[in-house]
């Protein structure tokens, strides 16, 4: 079993920068893709970006250019650093994980809301 716990979450202004991070513990090295999702209140989740056990990186087209994902293998900690965030940028963000290349992400944190005001 795998646990993730956010953190980082809070209130910006349009044009600011927040540091997501999300601690694993448990079975960590049996992780394939580490991946960050959110949520806008009434929309449907979204996948923003992973990062895969090579290091390989992948991100939604909204937040190409704005977001960056990376870890930490020492502290078993996947970050988001996101930038120039815009109001439509707030939602509850989600880190995700899973074992395998393909099928869902099994393994969820609590969330982290976020809140970009204009």
């Known amino acids: 079993q795998v646990q993730l716990v956010e953190s980082g979450g809070g209130l910006v202004q349009t044009g600011g920068s927040l540091r997501l991070s999300c601690a694993a513990s448990g079975r960590t090295s049996s992780l394939y893709f580490t991946a960050w999702f959110r949520q806008a209140p009434g929309k449907e989740r979204e996948f923003v970006a992973s990062i895969k056990w090579t290091g390989a990186r992948s991100y939604a087209e909204s937040v190409k250019g704005r977001f960056i994902i990376s870890r930490d293998n020492t502290k078993n900690t996947v970050f988001l650093e996101m930038n120039s965030l815009k109001p439509e940028d707030t939602a509850v963000f989600y880190c995700?994980?899973?074992?395998?290349?393909?099928?869902?992400?099994?393994?969820w944190g609590q969330g982290t809301q976020v809140t970009v005001s204009s």
């Open positions: 995700a994980a899973k074992g395998t290349a393909t099928g869902p992400y099994n393994y």
